[in-house]
């Protein structure tokens, strides 16, 4: 199994302002994607992360919103942009090699 | 795409009763089918997957049955013991694809003492 590491675990943000959100897995991979959840929810993609290349955006979620890094197969990270209050939720990292995926432990994030 | 509907949204059983969560799917292509817990503040867990090539997998006290002509697939539970306390999502996808998971709305499963 893939452990992955996310930091920040929490934060409160200012409105207006952006934070990056870190992803760092004990081995190669070739998934990685990030989840939003409201508390009480279910998980929304926000995006796939590709090695070398721009992320793909799932319907709702844009890059000047959510810009996306994947230098390597064992790291990402992933910005919330502009943010205001009701980006506030829980940003789950995951992540895989062939089937089976695998998520960190969130970074909780409060906007006020 | 895929859809992934779940039920139900919350379910209450006794300490010792059995306990089944039940999900559909809409893309036939789906064909690897997780399950995972999330406790409180805490990250989703694997606790069991089926493959589309087998009907049931069991797991000590868990197990999953799936329905490939119906698109449906089950968690269950028995002897349930508080520690079961958890949101349950069941999730779908293509094996071997670099697609992701789709994931059902999740139950909140409680297990009063």
């Known amino acids: 199994s893939a452990v992955i590491s996310q930091k920040p675990s929490r934060d409160i943000c200012q409105r207006g302002t952006s934070l990056t959100i870190q992803c760092q897995v004990d081995s190669q991979v070739t998934m990685m994607f990030w989840y939003r959840q409201q508390p009480g929810q279910s998980l929304t993609l926000i995006a796939t992360?590709?090695?070398?290349?721009?992320?793909?955006?799932e319907s709702g979620f844009v890059i000047d919103k959510f810009p996306i890094s994947r230098p390597n197969l064992t790291f990402s990270t992933l910005t919330v942009s502009n943010m205001s209050p009701e980006d506030s939720s829980i940003y789950l990292c995951?992540?895989?090699?062939?089937?089976?995926?695998?998520f960190g432990e969130g970074s909780w994030l409060t906007v006020v | 795409g895929e859809n992934v509907e779940q039920h139900p949204s919350t379910l209450s059983v006794q300490e010792g009763d059995s306990a089944v969560i039940k999900c559909t799917y809409s893309d036939s292509a789906s064909n690897y089918f997780p399950w995972y817990k999330q406790e409180l503040g805490k990250r989703p867990q694997l606790i069991i997957d089926?493959?589309?090539?087998?009907g049931e997998k069991k797991d000590q006290r868990i197990a999953v049955t799936l329905n490939k002509t119906a698109k449906h697939f089950s968690l269950h539970i028995t002897e349930t013991q508080p520690e079961d306390s958890a949101v349950y999502f069941c999730a779908a996808k293509i094996w071997g694809s670099q697609g992701n998971l789709i994931f059902g709305k999740g139950t909140k499963l409680s297990v009063k003492p």
């Open positions: 992360a590709n090695q070398g290349s721009e992320a793909t955006y």
């Open positions: 089926i493959r589309s090539n087998v």
């Open positions: 995951s992540a895989g090699s062939g089937n089976t995926i695998y």
